[in-house]
T-cell receptor, first 111, second 112 residues
């Protein structure tokens, strides 16, 4: 089975900290995605990548950046964490239009 | 541009009854359509997908969905609900760019 592993299930960070969320997939998928999930708002796309060193902004990229130095790893970076970035963060990978495989999510709390 | 509308943020059915979760989509290109399920504190799991071909799609756990182009719908059904089906369900659409647009979700409650 394809596995997408997110490094932390729960994180608590302080306002202003730089935060790294790591995501690794083991099935050689080209495409990787970061979403955040909030009650009543559903899933919103933050950034995505179709290839190594490539990144594209999604619908809500402000306050975030990403890194994809290797095909299997896609990192989400919160440059200076703020309380409005408290959320569930979901990473996914895919082959084109076969559907996404999601990680278990990271619940981030910024205090 | 693509969008998804899920009718009803909460749906309750009795155990053993028919499950029907409604989804309508909008897409300017032939759509790829998906249903995902999310259990508490977990990521999303793919239930089923429509790409091309047969319009009735069967998925895991006894769920199925029918693509109706004329109605721009992709409703999810299951003949007999089980307590373990209680979860949140997301309908989703993508085009050629593999960027999936998700609906806001429907939480399914199963009544004993």
């Amino acid at each position: 089975d394809v596995k997408v592993t997110q490094s932390s299930r729960y994180l608590v960070k302080r306002t202003g900290e730089k935060v790294f969320l790591e995501c690794v997939q083991d099935m050689d998928h080209e495409n990787m995605f970061w979403y955040r999930q909030d009650p009543g708002l559903g899933l919103r796309l933050i950034y995505f990548s179709y290839d190594v060193k490539m990144k594209e902004k999604g619908d809500i990229p402000e306050g975030y950046s990403v890194s994809r130095e290797k095909k299997e790893r896609f990192s989400l970076i919160l440059e200076s964490a703020s309380t409005n970035q408290t959320s569930m963060y979901l990473c996914a990978s895919s082959l084109f239009n076969y559907g996404y495989t999601f990680g278990s999510g990271t619940r981030l709390t910024v205090v | 541009a693509q969008s998804v509308t899920q009718l009803g943020s909460h749906v309750s059915v009795s155990e053993g009854a028919l499950v029907l979760l409604r989804c309508n989509y909008s897409s300017s290109v032939p759509p790829y359509l998906f249903w995902y399920v999310q259990y508490p504190n977990q990521g999303l799991q793919l239930l089923l997908k429509y790409t091309t071909g047969a319009t009735l799609v069967k998925g895991i756990n006894g769920f199925e969905a029918e693509f109706k182009k004329s109605e721009t719908s992709f409703h999810l059904t299951k003949p007999s609900a089980h307590m373990s089906d209680a979860a949140e369900y997301f309908c989703a659409v993508s085009g050629l760019d593999d960027k999936i647009i998700f609906g806001k979700g429907t939480r399914l409650h199963i009544l004993p």
